[in-house]
């Protein structure tokens, strides 16, 4: 394994508008299809990333870059954490999405810790992983939370992502819940979705 990186190459701060671009790219891959399977076909010529870098360039609500903190290196945007109030999805419009798709997904938005905050993406560039930027990121993550007066922090993972499940292990987090999200050929996910919860 590789050692991290020394702090001096590895800047954190939070995001801008200016990075929606990367945002958008990094999350989906965080997303591992979930955005795919929402939003494709909705925008003809329109991808997923691309539908969702103006909510990240806007400065309200939960897609906002403003629930973003950014890894850079050389200047560059290497990995994100993103996260808002888990009560802020009990008021999330899904009026424009095609009604099978949100049914498809309906365990996730029921399979949550009302009261905490959750990390609604977490993803670092393949090339730069193994470094300690995503515990850097967590890090970054759960002083926010802190700030913020919440005392647990929650993400969702898929069952069948082993790194990331080593990952949130080793730091504490513990599984306090499970989001059964059938298999689909565009969401090729086995097992669901993890709830996974760390007292800070």
């Known amino acids: 394994m590789n050692s991290a990186l020394p702090d001096d190459q590895l800047h954190l701060r939070p995001a801008d508008a200016d ?7 990094l999350i989906d891959i965080a997303g591992g ?7 494709d076909g909705l925008i003809p010529g329109m991808t997923a ?9 806007g400065r309200s609500g939960s897609l906002s870059h403003r629930q973003s903190g950014v890894a850079e290196r050389d200047g560059r945007v290497i990995g994100i954490a993103h996260g808002y109030p888990t009560d802020w999805i009990r008021t999330e419009d ?7 798709r949100v049914a498809h997904m309906g365990e996730f938005s029921e399979t949550l810790d009302w009261g905490s905050y959750f990390l609604s993406a977490l993803a670092v560039d ?5 470094h300690g930027v995503a515990a850097r990121l967590l890090g970054w993550f759960y002083e926010r939370a802190r700030s913020g007066g ?4 929650t ?10 499940r080593r990952l949130y292990a080793g730091e504490g987090f513990e599984e306090i819940g499970r989001a ?7 969401l090729p996910h086995r097992g669901g979705s993890i709830l996974l919860r760390r007292y800070l």
């Open 19 to 25: 990075d929606a671009p990367e945002l958008a790219r």
């Open 33 to 39: 299809g979930v955005y795919e399977f929402l939003l």
């Open 49 to 57: 990333v691309e539908m969702l870098m103006p909510g990240l360039a």
């Open 94 to 100: 899904y009026s424009g999405l095609p009604p099978d």
């Open 126 to 130: 393949p090339d730069q992983r193994r």
């Open 150 to 153: 919440f005392d647990r922090v």
């Open 155 to 164: 993400l969702h993972v898929w069952a069948d992502n082993e790194p990331a």
């Open 180 to 186: 059964a999200i059938p298999w689909h050929p565009r």
